[in-house]
Nanobody, 119 residues
Framework: QVQLVESGGGLVQPGGSLRLSCAASGNFFSINGMGWYRQAPGKERELVATITTGGSTNYGDSVKGRFTISRDNTKNTVYLQMNSLKPEDTAVYYC?????????????WGQGTQVTVSS
């Protein structure tokens, strides 16, 4: 069974930084694209950032220039470095991975980690 487990969330003041991690575990052949999404109360889930196996990245407009996504393929882990955090970044952050299991590739989601930006 494949699992994605996020860590690193918490409470931070405006202008501060946090680093989220998401590690994949279980029985699988490979991990393709990985990404971070977030959902604030009363809002739809939105894209934060994605990264391909080769390291190509894509960011949501609201986080460009402040957040950086990276991955360590040897550890099956994706990271999200969040700088210059704003109150509007407050949300539950979810990790997603396109993971190949046997012959098929499926999207797997983590359980989410809360990020709260407040003074």
């Amino acid at each position: 069974q494949v699992q994605l487990v996020e860590s690193g969330g918490g409470l931070v003041q405006p202008g501060g930084s946090l680093r989220l991690s998401c590690a994949a575990s279980g029985n699988f052949f490979s991990i393709n694209g990985m990404g971070w999404y977030r959902q604030a109360p009363g809002k739809e889930r939105e894209l934060v950032a994605t990264i391909t196996t080769g390291g190509s990245t894509n960011y949501g407009d609201s986080v460009k220039g402040r957040f950086t996504i990276s991955r360590d393929n040897t550890k099956n882990t994706v990271y999200l470095q969040m700088n210059s955090l704003k109150p509007e970044d407050t949300a539950v952050y979810y990790c997603k991975g396109a993971i190949r299991v046997v012959l098929n590739t499926h999207d797997y989601w983590g359980q989410g980690t809360q990020v709260t930006v407040s003074s």
